[in-house]
């Protein structure tokens, strides 16, 4: 049996200008702050004793021939990493796995693809992993999402990402105190989940005309890495705060009522700023608050910690079992 646990994330500023649609044409490219949050998702690869593929995720499909598998990431996954038959393969998720906004189904693509090279026998590095995922995600199935959640699940720790016209990615990485972190910011589950791709593509085709205000998120990613970097957790703040009134605005369907109404309740508590992370429509807000704030919050809501994931995809347990 082999073991990959592979981190979500959660976006600072600066998400969708890692869409093609912005950073192809622009001149300085997309660029994104965000950071490997310490929820994981886990794939197990083992072997089984015919040739049919068993897979295990929120139901269960046996195929004797891998090109039936309703799972496309998975599918995929086999398919570009060579393991195709005879062979058992499960996910397991720390939060729900679709429509939290934490980029959940790019982890799960990277550590599919990890664990299944490892079981191949191949040893791939975290540019690889991402590039692969991206492939899959993106060019293969044809969804209409950015490139950030497959590197920083790749990656791990706190980075600056960069996307270029080119389509090459630069990785810089960012120091930050974990307990300031976890002191300082928290994360909101809504309760509402969703499917990002309606809001993606509408984002995409809009880009044109929203390209401005996409100007000032991508200058925000640069503005936020200082203010982290600095300690300056209000600034930090108050950025979030002006990175979602510019995001709720760019299509339909980003944010609602009931969203509306805990973002408000919770900056009426004392946090100085937040967002909704991901597409929109449903997830997890990130908010900046004093702990304080945050067990306020806890009495009514499901509350997570901002805890740092430093390491990335990885294997954590192989018993030798290859193809």
């Given amino acids: 049996m082999i073991i990959s646990r592979t981190p979500v994330r959660v976006s600072f500023c600066g998400g969708g200008t890692e869409l093609r649609a912005y950073y192809v044409g622009s001149e300085n490219g997309g660029l994104v702050t965000s950071l490997a949050l310490a929820k994981h998702i886990h794939v197990t690869v083992n072997k089984r004793f015919d040739n049919s593929v068993r897979v295990g995720y929120s139901r269960t499909e046996i195929v004797d021939d891998f090109e039936d598998l ?121 309760g509402i989940t969703r499917q990002a791709s309606d809001i993606l ?52 369907g980003i944010t609602g009522a009931a969203l509306d109404d805990l973002y408000d309740s919770v900056m009426a508590l004392g946090a100085t700023g937040g967002k909704l992370l991901g597409a929109g429509g449903g997830g997890f807000f990130l908010f900046q608050g004093s702990s304080t704030v945050r067990a306020q919050v806890e009495q009514t809501h499901k509350v997570l910690s901002l805890t740092m994931d430093s390491i990335g995809s990885t294997i954590i347990f192989d018993d030798g079992s290859r193809l």
């Avoid at 950030?148 to 980075?159: E, H, T, V």
């Avoid at 005309?209 to 108050?238: I, M, P, T, W």
Wanted: proline share 2%.
């Fill in 70 to 190: 309703k799972h496309e990431l998975v599918r995929e996954a086999m398919r570009m990493t060579g393991v195709t038959h005879s062979v058992e393969i499960t996910t397991i998720a720390d939060i729900p796995s679709r429509g939290t906004g934490l980029g959940s189904s790019s982890a799960l693509t990277v550590g599919l693809l990890n664990a299944l090279h490892t079981y191949a026998g191949n040893t791939p590095d975290a540019a690889q992993l991402a590039d692969e995922a991206c492939r899959i995600e993106i060019d293969i199935l044809g969804q209409p999402i950015g490139r950030q959640d497959q590197y920083a699940a790749a990656f791990g720790g706190s980075n600056q990402i960069a996307f270029l016209e080119d389509d090459t990615v630069t990785i810089t990485p960012i120091d930050l105190d974990s307990t300031s972190l976890e002191s300082n910011y928290f994360l909101v589950y809504t």
């Fill in 201 to 252: 593509a509408k984002q995409s085709a809009s880009t044109d005309k929203k390209r401005a205000d996409l100007d000032n998120l991508r200058q925000q990613a640069v503005e936020v890495r200082a203010a982290l970097e600095s300690g300056n957790h209000a600034s930090v703040g108050r950025l979030l705060d002006t990175s979602w009134k510019i995001k709720r605005e760019l299509v339909d």
